[in-house]
């Protein structure tokens, strides 16, 4: 808990605003600031439609311009309020918060037409700033938090399904030979990859009758075996939710990371008091 002193400082308020979502000025800065990224995101796209741009290309990198001051200073005003502000900023967060102002700035830096497709690249990066709608929403921390995990799991259910598609195209391999289109192990592997995931692009196709068999079992797997990351996941879900319904908003000053205890006193990654 905050003592009555930091109550009234303002880098103490700034912060709760910023990094928070518990408060009614939280909540505000949030919509005002997805709202910006969808803007910007939307800016962006319509600059890369060649008669958009030539009718309008001039608003629309005022308005590029005008996202890009505004995230600047949520960006520095994010440092100012962290007493580490080095732990913010080497942070994945953080790094994204920076690609979503670069671009804009580093253009400035290529101003010859040899430097077009340079720009190009750069401009196609401030669609980066996608990433940063994910730490305002619940649902996604919840999915990447189960993803990492079952990270181990997916390992080894990967590994599983890298092991049978090697075998069967090296059957596949074996049974129907380079005269049907099986010109090698790796070709055969590559079918069985299409064929298991149910995708069946048809550039190669058995042609006897047990290559067809084989083809037959091979799509009747990828049925099941489709479905187990999808289990693995879901229950992982399942925990996540039970763990973070007990979780608050609050944001460590000291490292900005989020994820404590809604009576939590000290944040659990830097052990500075909250």
Same mark, same amino acid.
């Given at each position: 808990?905050a003592?009555?002193?930091?109550?009234?400082?303002?880098?103490?308020?700034?912060?709760?605003?910023?990094?928070? $979502?518990? #408060?009614?000025?939280?909540? @505000?800065?949030?919509?005002?600031l997805?709202?910006?990224?969808?803007?910007?995101? @939307?800016?962006?796209m319509?600059?890369?439609?060649?008669?958009?741009?030539?009718?309008?290309?001039?608003?629309?990198?005022l308005?590029?311009?005008?996202? #890009?001051i505004?995230?600047?200073?949520?960006?520095?005003?994010?440092?100012v %309020?962290?007493?580490?502000p080095?732990?913010?900023?080497?942070?994945?967060?953080? /790094? +994204?918060?920076?690609? @979503?102002?670069?671009?804009?700035?580093?253009?400035?830096?290529?101003?010859?037409?040899?430097?077009?497709?340079?720009?190009?690249?750069?401009?196609?990066?401030?669609?980066?700033r996608?990433?940063? /709608?994910? /730490?305002?929403l619940?649902?996604g921390?919840?999915?990447?938090?189960?993803?990492?995990? !079952?990270?181990?799991?997916?390992?080894?259910?990967?590994?599983? +399904?890298?092991?049978?598609?090697?075998?069967?195209? !090296?059957?596949m391999?074996?049974?129907?030979?380079?005269?049907?289109?099986?010109? !090698?192990?790796?070709?055969?592997?590559?079918?069985?990859?299409?064929?298991?995931? %149910?995708?069946?692009?048809?550039?190669? $196709?058995?042609?006897?009758?047990?290559?067809?068999f /084989?083809?037959?079992?091979?799509?009747?797997?990828?049925?099941?075996?489709?479905?187990?990351?999808?289990?693995?996941?879901?229950a992982?879900v399942?925990?996540?939710?039970?763990?973070?319904?007990?979780?608050?908003?609050? @944001? &460590?000053r000291? &490292?900005?990371?989020?994820?404590?205890?809604?009576?939590?006193?000290?944040?659990?990654? &830097?052990?500075?008091?909250l």
């Amino acid at each position: 808990m905050a003592s009555p002193t930091q109550k009234h400082d303002w880098r103490y308020r700034l912060h709760e605003i910023i990094f928070e $979502a518990d #408060t009614p000025g939280g909540k @505000a800065f949030d919509v005002m600031l997805i709202v910006s990224i969808l803007m910007s995101i @939307a800016v962006v796209m319509l600059e890369s439609v060649e008669t958009v741009r030539q009718q309008v290309g001039h608003e629309l990198r005022l308005l590029e311009w005008g996202f #890009t001051i505004l995230f600047s200073i949520e960006y520095l005003l994010r440092i100012v %309020t962290i007493r580490k502000p080095h732990r913010y900023i080497i942070s994945f967060y953080g /790094l +994204v918060d920076l690609i @979503a102002i670069l671009p804009t700035y580093l253009s400035l830096l290529f101003p010859g037409g040899q430097y077009l497709l340079v720009i190009r690249i750069l401009r196609i990066l401030r669609v980066f700033r996608v990433l940063r /709608l994910v /730490l305002y929403l619940r649902e996604g921390e919840v999915i990447l938090q189960a993803l990492r995990g !079952s990270r181990r799991k997916i390992t080894v259910f990967l590994f599983a +399904v890298v092991t049978l598609v090697t075998i069967i195209g !090296s059957l596949m391999y074996m049974i129907e030979g380079s005269e049907n289109g099986f010109t !090698s192990i790796p070709a055969g592997i590559y079918w069985a990859v299409v064929t298991l995931t %149910t995708v069946g692009y048809g550039d190669i $196709a058995p042609v006897t009758i047990l290559g067809k068999f /084989l083809a037959t079992v091979v799509m009747i797997m990828g049925y099941s075996i489709i479905a187990v990351p999808t289990g693995i996941v879901t229950a992982e879900v399942a925990q996540v939710y039970k763990f973070i319904d007990k979780q608050s908003t609050q @944001a &460590c000053r000291e &490292c900005s990371l989020e994820g404590h205890a809604k009576d939590a006193t000290y944040c659990k990654y &830097c052990g500075a008091k909250l």
